[in-house]
């Protein structure tokens, strides 16, 4: 129960306004009155979206700008990307492929030896952007009417953009009887009596493609249809296709 201590008077009547703090305070229980301008609460969580809601309009259009040029960086850079993608792809995994073509035939034969083929070739590479490299492992092989009658390895060699080669594929002739006009033909002397052949040059490249920093294996397959005068000393080309 709350327990009141009467005002202290003096000797006239009126109240000291400083009494003796013996005499005020006793034990007891008290209430403390508190002004409320002097009571300070935690706000609730919904003051804080109302004051998100009346922030400044001049700090919102900054934010929006700032996001807006990010994404416009963001976009730029995956447009120059994909760009780069595309034009990396379309040289790389679509490139034209080289052009072949025949220019000599020589063929060397002695009384205790197979005949010995050399075949001299060009190749072009037609591609503005893209390097071609004709890598070890290429074989290659002649045919006379669907019979092999000399293989050998193909050379190695690179080439620029653009770029044009000449080079030797040297052939041994099989072990196997050569076909009767095969036969004839080396060993004509009359040169009157010539009779032209049509023979077939194969080719399989392991090759590498070049552009800029990226590279591309894969194995090339060329076939060359030649026509010659003759097998015998003085061999002229008359005509030849080559597909690859």
């Not at 409320?36 to 804080?48: G, S, T």
């Not at 080289?98 to 083929?117: A, D, E, G, M, N």
């Not at 080669?165 to 006009?181: H, I, N, W």
């Not at 080396?186 to 493609?209: E, F, G, V, W």
Request: hydrophobic share 35%.
């Amino acid at each position: 129960m709350e327990e009141r201590v009467p005002p202290v008077t003096d000797a006239h009547g009126n109240a000291d306004l400083f009494p003796d703090s013996q005499n005020i305070f006793r034990s007891g229980t008290y209430v403390v009155q508190v002004p409320k301008d002097q009571i300070y609460r935690v706000p609730p969580p919904e003051n804080a979206l109302i004051a998100e809601r009346h922030r400044s309009p001049a700090q919102k259009k900054k934010s929006y700008r700032s996001r807006c040029f990010i994404l416009c960086i963001l976009i730029c850079i995956i447009a120059v990307i994909v760009a780069i993608a595309a034009a990396v792809s379309s040289r790389v995994l679509h490139p034209k492929s080289p052009i072949f073509h025949i220019q000599h035939l020589v063929v060397t034969k002695s009384s205790h030896s197979r005949p010995q083929y050399k075949i001299t070739l060009k190749a072009k590479n037609p591609n503005s952007h893209t390097g071609i490299t004709y890598e070890a492992g290429g074989h290659a092989s002649l045919s006379f009417k669907n019979h092999e009658i000399a293989d050998g390895d193909c050379p190695t060699f690179s080439q620029g953009q653009k770029d044009s080669t000449v080079f030797v594929v040297p052939l041994s002739g099989s072990k196997s009887a050569l076909p009767k006009e095969i036969e004839r033909s080396i060993k004509s002397q009359n040169s009157t009596a010539h009779t032209s052949l049509s023979l077939s040059l194969s080719m399989d490249y392991p090759i590498k493609r070049r552009v800029w920093l990226f590279k591309r294996g894969k194995r090339l397959a060329v076939l060359c249809n030649v026509t010659v005068d003759t097998l015998a000393k003085g061999t002229r080309v008359l005509s030849q296709e080559c597909h690859s």
